[in-house]
């Protein structure tokens, strides 16, 4: 009966946790997505700046959310490592989207940004 119960928690706990990583990669799946609305905004409003940087601050919090839900998902449940590496890559990929962004180089940064998008969709998709 002990090991029931036991098993049965565990089990709770890990889909608490992989559901957590599942809010992550759609969180930071919408923000890179407001970030091309935001985007287009910058063009033809004046108030396109604002969102665009208020946004990226958000979609690399969310990134770092990314990483904290994939360790929280691997370490004490005893998962995979991968999503862990894929956040991290993640991660990595915003902080050059944000360089790149504040050194005003859209010949890298859209395309980037197209990239992350994609990616983002694929690991929402495959959770």
Not at 72 to 100: D, E, I, M, N, T
């Amino acid at each position: 009966m002990a090991t029931q119960v036991t098993a049965d928690t565990r089990l709770a706990n890990t889909r608490r946790r992989l559901s957590f990583l599942r809010i992550a990669i759609a969180l930071q799946t919408l923000t890179i997505f407001f970030q091309a609305v935001s985007a287009g905004l910058l063009l033809t409003a004046s108030y396109g700046e604002t969102l665009h940087s208020v946004g990226a601050r958000v979609m690399y919090g969310a990134s770092m959310l990314y990483v904290l839900a994939a360790v929280l998902a691997w370490k004490p449940g005893g998962g995979p490592s991968r999503p862990v590496w894929h956040a991290s890559g993640f991660l990595v990929l915003a902080s050059v989207q944000v360089v790149l962004g504040i050194a005003h180089v859209p010949s890298v940064h859209v395309p980037l940004g197209v990239l992350m998008f994609g990616l983002s969709v694929l690991a929402l998709a495959r959770r």
